[in-house]
């Protein structure tokens, strides 16, 4: 992320009639650049609602079952090599 808006984006978001972002830092960011009428939204994925970390001990009580199944990662990021996704 960055912490400036790219002047070619704040001239977008002049012409626009809102601009919508997904937290409080970006809307100071976008402010700071002048950009108005600047409205957060929240993030597309509650994380925090979603995952629920479990305990090494509960991971242990689950046994070699668990560990049959496939892993699976979830990504709610955009899939660019700038990323590190590799």
Not at 55 to 74: N, Y
């Amino acid at each position: 992320e960055s912490m400036q808006v790219p002047a070619n984006d704040v001239r977008c978001c002049k012409l626009a009639d809102e601009t919508w972002v997904p937290t409080e830092w970006h809307a100071r960011v976008y402010e700071d650049a002048g950009c108005p009428d600047v409205h957060v939204l929240g993030e597309a994925v509650d994380s925090d609602a979603l995952f629920v970390p479990r305990t090494s001990d509960e991971i242990e009580a689950r046994g070699a079952a668990s560990s049959a199944r496939p892993f699976r990662f979830l990504s709610n990021f955009r899939w660019t090599e700038r990323k590190g996704y590799e």
